[in-house]
């Protein structure tokens, strides 16, 4: 759980948040003078932090004075209570875990800083939205389809300094195929990212795909079509 309250980058921490080997992930929390909340989006699926009102004091904002992880981690919590209660309709034949919500929770995050899990960020920003989506992949635990990026299909004049790209789409960990043959061998293994970058030679044909994993044990995957694309001369 981190918070967010940085009036220099609204994305980033300040003073109030926790960072470190234990983090999962991390929700918004507190305003600061650029609105920082709103700037990096909230758990909801609209991204937008709602106006908040005090109870006792109608003038002070609870936006502003109630921050940190105090406010972050009952972000999270409200996050996963829906998770439970949407688990029959959405899972019916599943119920949910401890370890389950933890993993839905990380396979569902916004990715920050440095790409898959880091000290700062963990897994990224909790969202609503992708967490549901998450849930509701069938069978249960199953990532989501592989979505291709960049190159495009059957680019050409490639530069010869480029990176890979595919969506998270409720995956943590890939297995990247890479070469100048089809099918591509594989090159990396258990790969946090969705880009991985490249150094190329000239009028050379190379072919990609990425197979995703679930976080569910026993873990499923999912495979993308072998793209092809050409470097320039």
């Known amino acids: 759980r ?5 009036d220099d980058d609204p ?6 948040s926790a960072t470190g080997t234990a983090l999962d992930v991390m ?5 600061g ?6 700037q990096c989006g909230a758990v909801g699926a609209d991204g937008v932090w709602p106006p908040s009102v005090n109870a006792i004091n109608p003038t002070w904002d609870t936006c502003e004075g109630f921050y940190g992880t105090s406010s972050a ?8 209570s829906l998770m439970l209660a949407l688990n029959p309709t959405l899972q019916p034949t599943h119920t949910l875990t401890h370890d389950d919500v933890a993993c839905l929770l990380k396979a569902g995050a916004d990715d920050l800083g440095t790409q898959g899990w880091d000290s700062e960020f963990g897994w990224g920003r909790v969202s609503m939205a992708q967490t549901f989506g998450c849930l509701a992949l069938t069978p249960f635990g199953r990532p989501g ?3 291709l990026v960049s190159p495009g299909v059957d680019a050409v004049d490639q530069d010869y300094d480029i990176s890979l790209q595919w969506n998270k789409n409720c995956s943590l960990k890939y297995d990247v195929f890479f070469g100048d043959t089809d099918p591509p061998p594989q090159v990396v293994s258990d790969y946090q990212g969705t880009t991985y970058p490249l150094t190329l030679i000239p009028l050379t044909t190379y072919y990609w795909k990425i197979k995703a994993y679930g976080c569910v044990p026993p873990l499923q995957s999912t495979e ?10």
């Open 27 to 31: 929700a918004p929390a507190g305003c």
């Open 33 to 38: 003078a650029n609105d920082a909340a709103s």
């Open 73 to 80: 981690t009952p972000q999270v919590a409200g996050v996963t």
């Open 2 to 6: 981190r918070s967010i309250w940085n």
């Open 145 to 147: 389809d592989v979505d």
């Open 11 to 16: 994305c980033l921490g300040g003073n109030s």
């Open 224 to 233: 993308s079509e072998i793209r092809h694309f050409t470097t320039k001369s």
